[in-house]
T-cell receptor, first 111, second 116 residues
Framework: EDQVTQSPEALRLQEGESSSLNCSYTVSGLRGLFWYRQDPGKGPEFLFTLYSAGEEKEKERLKATLTKKESFLHITAPKPEDSATYLCAVQARTSGSRLTFGEGTQLTVNP | SAVISQKPSRDICQRGTSLTIQCQVDSQVTMMFWYRQQPGQSLTLIATANQGSEATYESGFVIDKFPISRPNLTFSTLTVSNLSPEDSSIYLC?????????????FGQGTRLTVV
């Protein structure tokens, strides 16, 4: 069974204080690992898909990396508008297009 | 990217009734997906809606409770039947896009259902 565990559950940062969110996964043949941002009352917003260990992708202040067991979402010099819940999901080669999500990390960036 | 419109955005329903949620995509897609996000929890796949065939349901979800229609390549509906307070959740429509070798999955804004 595919499993995704995100840590920490909640993270409070000061504006400009860089940090990382963790996504550990167990999957029978990874097709892709997805990162999303979700604001309250809205659907998840697609950020990245990573496919193989060693891959990195960047978008503004966010950088996602992938190993064989986990992914990190690095946030550099965050701003208050980066406050949101960040979700990680995996797609296995054997499960079609199903995404298995973690519980998310709720990020708060204080000015 | 795909633009997904869901209706309604929220509703309050009486127990025992049903709610039908509509999902419209701005481009033709082979598969559409319906997810549930229970309060304070993450997303769980309910079913995959295939055009021209019956939906494929995940373990724990049944057609009688969550009937799905997929009349064409841009539209789908999810009905939540015989509502109980435990059905209070956010229901989300999703589509997958494969530009080149990449895979991207997009979500609608969700329908927040409260059953009273």
């Amino acid at each position: 069974e595919d499993q995704v565990t995100q840590s920490p559950e909640a993270l409070r940062l000061q504006e400009g204080e860089s940090s990382s969110l963790n996504c550990s996964y167990t999957v029978s043949g990874l097709r892709g690992l997805f990162w999303y941002r979700q604001d309250p009352g809205k659907g998840p917003e697609f950020l990245f898909t990573l496919y193989s260990a060693g891959e990195e992708k960047e978008k503004e202040r966010l950088k996602a990396t992938l190993t064989k067991k986990e992914s990190f979402l690095h946030i550099t010099a965050p701003k208050p508008e980066d406050s949101a819940t960040y979700l990680c999901a995996v797609q296995a080669r054997t499960s079609g297009s199903r995404l298995t999500f973690g519980e998310g990390t709720q990020l708060t960036v204080n000015p | 990217s795909a633009v997904i419109s869901q209706k309604p955005s929220r509703d309050i329903c009486q127990r025992g009734t049903s709610l039908t949620i509509q999902c419209q995509v701005d481009s033709q897609v082979t598969m559409m997906f319906w997810y549930r996000q229970q309060p304070g929890q993450s997303l769980t796949l309910i079913a995959t809606a295939n055009q021209g065939s019956e939906a494929t349901y995940e373990s724990g979800f049944v057609i009688d409770k969550f009937p799905i229609s997929r009349p064409n390549l841009t539209f789908s509906t999810l009905t939540v039947s015989n509502l109980s307070p435990e059905d209070s959740s956010i229901y989300l429509c999703s589509v997958e896009a494969r530009p080149g070798a990449n895979t991207e999955a997009f979500f609608g804004q969700g329908t927040r259902l409260t059953v009273v």
